[in-house]
């Protein structure tokens, strides 16, 4: 006798792991159904991926303008001149507008080492990691149990937000932790090491590690990133001074102009009943003044309420697949972002990436959630830099587009937390399982069982047979 579970019609028993069958003869959005169509699917991708970056170029360097400020400043004046400090062997102790963790000075020297001038070298960086991202989520896509959606959404979603996105570094911490994610499952000690490599240049890469399955994965990816973050912090912190100085500027920060936070200090404003300052502040325009310490306070027990949760959901969730930790880091890294007391315009490239990771799984339940997160890129253009003289002012009209920006990543946060607690409830079911007949046997029709009565069954269909050599 024979068992082997039982497979709905067009389903295949090789699925790439449990919760996630693979499909024989059909396909689901996004993915290819044979060679010819991924082939297909490729093209489509590197050809979408070229014209939206064509675009985008020419916005970055000024063939086409936007409204707004002069977006290339932070890098020609604020890191070139990080730059040339931290040439000297120093961070920038001196300057309040360094608030990176140590590794972040490998991202700010690396366009040094390029033959252009610092500008364009940085450009020249982003655009690189750009690609390697683009790669990776086509490569994850032609896995089997995969999808090219999540590469359709890094093909829209980075220029959606403008030619900002190439003068931040945000891209380059999103590539790399891009990568940690997609190496996660299968070689955990590598996507371990590379995020922690992302978490010593910009934190939050660290929080895909939450949604790790318990385990060997979990213990080999989070010793990698900490073994990463130790020693990588270590050389920095040996090599030169004031590394981890950042961390007391972090504790003096306000709230952040774009924020959440500053939502109802906004509409007060509007209304005439808050009359604090709106200024440049460790870095970024934040609002001072009455109330903002009371909001500080709500945003960072929002933050502990939200990880708290994450942390019942980890040590309760039942069911797994093979989307489950790239959904949880998606969901972890909202919760990160619309509690913080700071969302600054690169923060959703982050989203994105996240976002584009979990769609290259077919069964993961974030799909809503990362329309909600594109929705909101363009919003986050308008804001800034075309409307963003008028949101430090708090006009209304620019409020109201920055009010739909935040609410839209709220509830692509509340929907990403509920998405993601109901995906996991309830016990993982048993395949059925069907007794097949001896390959030399007498055929005869397979009946669907559970695996535990498969034995008793074959029992009773053969107790009136004799047994072989009952007779001697």
Same mark, same amino acid.
């Given at each position: 006798m024979e068992l082997a579970p039982a497979t709905e019609p067009g389903r295949s028993s090789g699925a790439e792991g449990p919760g996630i069958p693979a499909q024989a003869g059909a396909s689901a959005p996004g993915s290819p159904a044979g060679p010819s169509a991924a082939g297909g699917a490729l093209w489509g991708l590197g050809a979408g991926w070229l014209l939206s970056r064509v675009l985008l170029v020419l916005l970055v360097v000024g063939v086409i303008r936007m409204t707004g400020g002069d977006i290339t400043t932070d890098v020609w004046l604020i890191y070139h001149g990080w730059y040339g400090v931290l040439q000297t062997g120093t961070f920038p102790l001196d300057d309040v507008t360094w608030q990176y963790p140590p590794g972040a000075a490998l991202v700010i020297m690396l366009p040094g080492l390029l033959p252009w001038s610092y500008l364009v070298s940085f450009w020249v960086v982003c655009g690189v990691m750009d690609a390697l991202a683009m790669g990776l989520l086509m490569r994850a896509g032609l896995r089997k149990g995969r999808s090219f959606t999540g590469a359709w959404v890094w093909v829209a979603g980075v220029p959606l937000l403008g030619p900002m996105i190439y003068n931040r570094y945000d891209i380059v911490v999103t590539a790399i932790a891009v990568a940690g994610l997609l190496a996660l499952l299968r070689r955990p000690a590598l996507g371990g090491v590379l995020l922690g490599l992302g978490g010593i240049i910009k934190?939050?890469?660290? /929080?895909?590690?939450? $949604?790790?399955?318990?385990?060997?994965?979990?213990?080999?990816?989070?010793?990698?990133?900490?073994?990463?973050?130790?020693?990588? $912090?270590?050389?920095?912190?040996?090599?030169? =001074?004031?590394?981890?100085?950042?961390?007391?500027?972090? &504790?003096?920060?306000?709230?952040?102009?774009?924020? /959440?936070?500053?939502?109802?200090?906004?509409?007060?404003?509007?209304?005439? $009943?808050?009359?604090?300052?709106?200024?440049?502040?460790?870095?970024? !325009?934040?609002?001072?003044?009455?109330?903002?310490?009371?909001?500080? &306070?709500?945003? !960072?027990?929002?933050?502990?309420?939200?990880?708290?949760?994450? /942390?019942?959901?980890?040590?309760?969730? &039942?069911?797994? =697949? =093979?989307?489950?930790?790239?959904?949880?880091?998606?969901?972890?890294?909202?919760?990160?972002? !619309?509690?913080?007391?700071?969302?600054?315009?690169?923060?959703?490239?982050?989203?994105?990436?996240?976002?584009?990771?979990?769609?290259?799984?077919?069964?993961?339940?974030?799909?809503?959630?990362?329309?909600?997160?594109?929705?909101?890129?363009p919003l986050t253009t308008l804001e800034f830099p075309v409307l963003f003289s008028s949101v430090v002012g708090s006009d209304p009209w620019a409020v109201t587009a920055l009010g739909l920006r935040n609410l839209l990543l709220l509830a692509a946060a509340l929907l990403s937390c509920v998405r993601l607690w109901r995906s996991t409830r309830g016990p993982a079911p048993l395949p059925a399982t069907v007794v097949l007949a001896p390959a030399d046997g007498p055929a005869t029709p397979a009946y669907p069982v559970r695996p535990g009565i498969a034995y008793e069954q074959d029992l009773l269909d053969g107790i009136d047979r004799p047994i072989a050599g009952a007779d001697r």
């Open positions: 934190i939050w890469p660290l /929080l895909a590690l939450l $949604g790790t399955p318990p385990g060997r994965r979990t213990r080999r990816s989070w010793t990698a990133a900490a073994a990463t973050v130790s020693s990588v $912090g270590f050389l920095l912190a040996a090599g030169m =001074n004031g590394a981890f100085e950042f961390l007391t500027f972090q &504790k003096d920060r306000g709230i952040e102009v774009e924020s /959440l936070g500053a939502l109802p200090l906004h509409i007060a404003r509007i209304a005439g $009943g808050w009359d604090g300052q709106v200024m440049m502040h460790y870095g970024s !325009v934040e609002m001072l003044g009455p109330w903002v310490g009371v909001v500080s &306070k709500v945003m !960072v027990a929002a933050t502990l309420a939200g990880f708290g949760w994450l /942390l019942l959901w980890r040590l309760t969730a &039942k069911r797994r =697949n =093979n989307a489950t930790t790239y959904d949880a880091a998606l969901t972890a890294l909202l919760i990160f972002t !619309v509690t913080s007391r700071v969302i600054s315009p690169q923060y959703l490239v982050w989203l994105v990436g996240a976002a584009a990771v979990c769609l290259t799984v077919r069964g993961t339940s974030q799909r809503p959630v990362a329309v909600l997160i594109l929705i909101a890129t």
